[in-house]
Structure formats: C-alpha cells, structure tokens
C-alpha cells in the first residue's frame, strides 16, 4: 500500500470504482450534476459513519477543516452541508443498496471458508428484522402507530463470517414473514428463523426449492406424529418425531412431513420445540443451528451502537434508506479490508482505531499492528469477540 496516502484514501481502494459507477449509471445518480457527485457523496457519508458524526454539520465541518487534503482524500470539490443535504434527499437510494450487493458478493468470496458448523456442507442464513424507532413529528411518512414511527430493515445474515447477505426494507406494519417472498433461496442451504416468519405455504416453497428451513413451533402446533427416532436424553433431548399436520387449511399449504424435535436447554431451562425439512442431520445440530439465529440480533445490536444508524441526517424516507445502506457498506468494506489485509483484530478495535486515523498517512495493516492490545479486556469486549471473524 502506497505510504503517502491516508487511511481513508486506502479504504476507498478497496472498492471497485467501476461497479460504483455500474450502479450509479443504473439509476442516472449523476444526471445534471456538475460539482458534488454520488461518489463524493459516499465518501462523505461513509466518513460520517467511521468518524461517528452526529449530523450533516459535523461531517461537513470535519472534511472541510483539511481542505489541503481533499483531492487526496477523493473528493472532487469542497463540501457544502446544504449540496449533501440535497444529494441524500434526492439521489436514489437504491444505488446504494445495489452497491451494499457488490460488497456483499465480493466478502463472500472472502470468507467462505469460514464455516458456520462444520457437519453441515450447506450455506447457513438466519433471517429476521429490526424495527428502528423514529420520530412520528419528523418522520411522518413513516407512521406505524398514533404516536409511533418506524422503518424495518430486513436481513438475511450469513453466519459465514456474520456478514449481511440481503436485505430489504419495509414498514413498520408489514409481517416479517412477507420477506421470505424477496429471497432467492439457495438449494442446500439452510435458513434460520424465529415463529415470526412461520407461514406454511412459504414454507413449503423453500423445501420445493431444495432448501431447509429450521424454526420453533409455535405453542398452537396441532400436529400428528408418524415415528419417532431414537434419542440420548442425557444430550437435552426430549423427542425427535416425524410428523404431519393436521389443521386443514395447513395440510394444504405444507402437505408433506415435518420434522419435530423436542430441546430442553440446562443453561437457559427452558424447552425449545424446533421444526425443520431436513431428517437426516442429527437433531442437536438443528438445535446448534437455532442458537446460532441469536448472532443476527446481536449483528443488528452492535452495528446501532458502532454505526450510525440511530441519529438520522436526513428527514425523508430516501434519506434514511441511503444511511442505512451507506452503513452496512461501510461494515462490508472494513471487513473486506480485515480479511484482505490479514489483520487478526476483530471489528470493534479496527473501527475504534480507524475512528482517530482517516487523516493519517500510514499503512492500514500497520497502523493496526502497532497500537496495543492491552485493551481486550474492555467492557465492550463482549460484544466485539462476536464479530472476531
């Protein structure tokens, strides 16, 4: 890596500027703009969210105190809070996503042989939704409720490397389980998700697609068993059935037979009844695969609280959806350097390290070899060791 160049600079090298441009073009981002393009505008925001601005204002005062550095840095023009104001609240948002899938694409590669479990030769997705809160006074278009206010993110998170895999939009009011209707659901591969997403006939379209699908029961199971398989009770097991189900209306949707297995967890004492289409893995593997769904809510918990995605810059829908997007393109690009780079720090010291180091000239793989590590005892360890990909 070129010594004289900032950080930020080299972190920019790690996206390819043509697929940029490819979905830039794909939504006309530039049409009729002269100073202040869409890649300016990523640089910008992709500061702010590594930099942890608050607002507009704090990112245009910071890139503008280093005037003398701007072309080094990659803009092409100073920033003016209003121009990037505009730019968030009328350039689609949609180039972005696209872009988030680029990225997405390009560290899958990466990290494909980071493997989830490794019995299974299967991908594993786990599925679910945070619902982020807004203001119902600024955020009108965004009602759920008399006074609430909120957007969904979907997300489907790959649990190789924990690493967003898609992801969509919706309202507040909209049923979790109509996301299952986006995915392109991927023959051997299994998908994870909690009994928010039980719909029997979306269910069925997975098993036809030569996909598996693990979940939990909800407590109206109404079911009738065919067999049961033989079980160790000293492993927490209490019953592995294949069944069918017996409501009309779900025999229709979900016509063939279930697999029904019966967990009790000593550490949580609690009983877990999981469904899945797959009968031939062994059934504490369905009840591992169901623990590991907790990493997508905390991948939701730690990037709110390391990425900003909570103190919105922008007031329309087309301004929120370019943050959220421009966030996870950023989580992407700082994993795809850690793993290009070879650096052994999980995510939280490199982002809290790159946060005082974008104007700094100095290669990225040794900047973060040389601050200490007397600090993995930090209080917020517990959350970064999820992510020491």
Same mark, same amino acid.
């Given at each position: 890596?070129?010594?004289?160049?900032?950080?930020?600079?080299?972190?920019?090298?790690?996206?390819?500027?043509?697929?940029?441009?490819?979905?830039?073009s794909?939504?006309?981002?530039?049409?009729w703009?002269?100073?202040?393009?869409?890649?300016?505008?990523f640089?910008a925001?992709?500061?702010?969210?590594?930099?942890?601005?608050?607002s507009l204002?704090?990112?245009?005062v910071?890139i503008?105190?280093?005037?003398?550095?701007?072309?080094?840095?990659?803009f092409?023009?100073?920033?003016?809070?209003?121009?990037?104001?505009?730019?968030s609240?009328q350039?689609?948002?949609r180039?972005?996503?696209?872009?988030?899938?680029?990225?997405i694409r390009?560290?899958?590669?990466?990290?494909?042989?980071?493997?989830a479990?490794?019995?299974?030769?299967?991908?594993?997705?786990?599925?679910?939704?945070?619902?982020?809160?807004?203001?119902?006074?600024?955020?009108?278009?965004?009602?759920l409720?008399?006074?609430r206010?909120?957007?969904?993110l979907?997300?489907?998170?790959?649990?190789?490397?924990n690493?967003?895999?898609?992801?969509t939009f919706?309202?507040?009011?909209e049923?979790?389980?109509k996301?299952?209707?986006d995915?392109?659901?991927?023959?051997?591969?299994?998908y994870i998700?909690?009994?928010?997403?039980i719909?029997y006939?979306?269910?069925?379209?997975?098993?036809?697609r030569?996909?598996?699908?693990?979940?939990r029961?909800?407590?109206?199971f109404?079911?009738?068993?065919?067999?049961?398989?033989?079980?160790?009770?000293k492993?927490?097991?209490?019953?592995?059935?294949?069944?069918m189900?017996?409501?009309? &209306?779900?025999?229709? @949707?979900y016509?063939? =037979?279930?697999? $029904?297995?019966? *967990?009790?967890?000593?550490?949580?004492? !609690?009983?877990?009844?999981?469904?899945?289409?797959?009968?031939?893995?062994?059934?504490?593997?369905?009840?591992a695969?169901?623990?590991?769904?907790?990493q997508?809510?905390?991948?939701?918990?730690?990037?709110?609280?390391?990425?900003?995605?909570?103190?919105?810059?922008?007031r329309?829908?087309?301004?929120?959806k370019?943050?959220i997007?421009?966030?996870?393109?950023?989580?992407?690009? &700082?994993?795809?350097? @850690?793993?290009?780079? =070879?650096?052994? $720090?999980?995510? *939280?010291?490199?982002?809290?390290?790159l !946060?005082?180091?974008?104007?700094?000239?100095?290669?990225?793989?040794?900047?973060?070899?040389?601050?200490?590590?007397?600090?993995?005892?930090?209080?917020?360890?517990?959350?970064?060791?999820?992510f020491?990909?």
């Open positions: 890596m070129n010594q004289g160049k900032y950080v930020l600079s080299q972190l920019a090298e790690f996206i390819s500027r043509y697929e940029f441009n490819k979905c830039v794909r939504y006309k981002g530039n049409r703009v002269k100073n202040f393009s869409c890649w300016d505008q640089l925001l992709s500061f702010g969210q590594l930099s942890y601005q608050d204002r704090g990112i245009v910071c503008n105190s280093q005037k003398e550095k701007l072309y080094h840095l990659g092409s023009s100073v920033v003016a809070r209003t121009t990037l104001a505009r730019a609240e350039r689609d948002w180039i972005y996503r696209d872009f988030a899938e680029v990225l390009q560290a899958k590669i990466l990290y494909c042989d980071d493997e479990l490794e019995q299974l030769s299967g991908a594993c997705y786990v599925i679910d939704s945070s619902t982020i809160e807004l203001c119902l006074n600024i955020f009108q278009w965004a009602k409720k008399t006074v206010a909120a957007i969904k979907n997300l489907q998170l790959d649990l190789n490397g690493l967003p895999a898609f992801f919706s309202s507040g009011k049923p979790d389980m996301f299952l209707d995915i392109t659901f991927e023959q051997g591969a299994y998700m909690d009994r928010g997403y719909d006939a979306r269910l069925y379209s997975i098993n036809q030569g996909a598996f699908f693990v979940t029961a909800k407590d109206n109404a079911f009738r068993r065919l067999y049961s398989n033989e079980i160790d009770k492993s927490g097991l209490r019953c592995d059935q294949v069944v189900l017996t409501n009309y &209306v779900s025999v229709k @949707k016509p063939e =037979k279930l697999r $029904r297995i019966k *967990y009790f967890d000593k550490v949580t004492n !609690h009983t877990y009844i999981f469904l899945t289409n797959d009968f031939n893995i062994a059934a504490l593997t369905v009840a695969l169901y623990k590991n769904r907790w997508v809510e905390l991948f939701f918990k730690w990037i709110k609280q390391h990425l900003k995605i909570k103190a919105f810059w922008g329309s829908a087309n301004a929120v370019t943050q997007c421009i966030a996870i393109c950023t989580y992407l690009i &700082v994993a795809i350097a @850690k793993k290009e780079l =070879k650096i052994e $720090r999980n995510l *939280y010291e490199i982002l809290q390290i !946060h005082v180091s974008l104007f700094v000239r100095m290669p990225i793989n040794k900047l973060l070899s040389e601050f200490d590590q007397d600090c993995e005892n930090d209080q917020n360890q517990n959350q970064a060791c999820l020491d990909f």
